[in-house]
């Protein structure tokens, strides 16, 4: 016999027990919304209801101390509700009018900056990267701030062509969001985990050969000078994609390579369907190397991209719209940016690919 749901929900306790009296109370009902100024919406009822909501953007790690600050913002103008979105801003709802003004002092007296919304650049998504990950090749969050300062203007007003979404992931994992950004910026590494057999020795062989998603792991005995025999492993460079997964379960497989590590930059993702379908984010620059604290060379590519979107799209067009409409030749040429034989797929599980274009694996055109 079928469970009842209560019984068999498991998960995060449902939304709508925490809601703001005035959300429950408007349940289902909101007629419209609009934009009042970048970073303020309007929501009316059809009860005669108003809520505003004021959206901040807000770092990516905060310190308990000053999420209480923000709790007790909260608590005096927001009917004791935050609400953290998916690309780490805070949406402050608030139900009284007179209040808009007030709450936007004190946020911005703690300096979240109120933006985000609209046709300006949105809070850019990142993963944890050096910080806190065993894969990363490249510090997600301190790009992210120093792509932010550098565009910190457009976060704040609300005259791009359309909305800016910019992603950071340390790696091919993706955490940050970087298949469907109008703009990502993804770490990348260039060579396969280096195999200390030493250390491999002391891992759980087939779980680790078992555990690699593209094949790419073989096992390897090898003979000592006694007679005895050690068990590691091989890595084949040419399947290796270099996810890291097997790090994760090895310690003697270490994938971080200060000379190799970098960064790509893939343009024209994104999520919504409006006007266009879906479409994943494409690459644009191969690979430019970890400059940090400020990666100098990185923001000069984003800003690059931006400025060319913002002279040459129409408006409301998305960056991958404004290419799919002028081309990836006109792209190239626009940005200044290289098309170089990096930018042809020739990995060896790009099957796919491979057989649907002119030119296949092994032909001589
Ligand atoms: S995208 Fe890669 S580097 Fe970033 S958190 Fe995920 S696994 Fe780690
Ligand atoms: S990094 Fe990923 S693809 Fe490469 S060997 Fe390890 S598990 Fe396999």
Redesign the pocket.
Known sequence: MALPFEELDFGPPDYREMLPATLAKNYGQWKYHELLEPGVFKHVSKTGDEVYTIRTGAPKFIASSTIRQLCDIADKYCESSLRFTSRHSIDWIVPKKEDVDKLKEEVEGLGLPVGGTGDSMHSIV?????V???????D?PGIAKAVCDELFEEFKADNLPSRLNIAV????????A?HCSDIALL?MHRVPPQVDDDLVKACEIPSLIAACPTYAIKPKMMKNPDGSITKSITINGEKCMY??ICYGLCPGLPLADAKNDGISIWVGGKVSNTRSGPAFSRLAIPFIPNNPPRWPETIAMVKKIVEAWKADARPHERMGEWIERIGWPAFFKKTGIDFTEKHIDDYIFNIRDMNVGTRVRGSDL
């Open positions: 990142q993963c944890t990267g050096w806190h990950c065993h894969t990363p090749a490249t997600s992931s340390g790696c091919l994992n993706m955490c940050g970087v770490g996810c890291g």
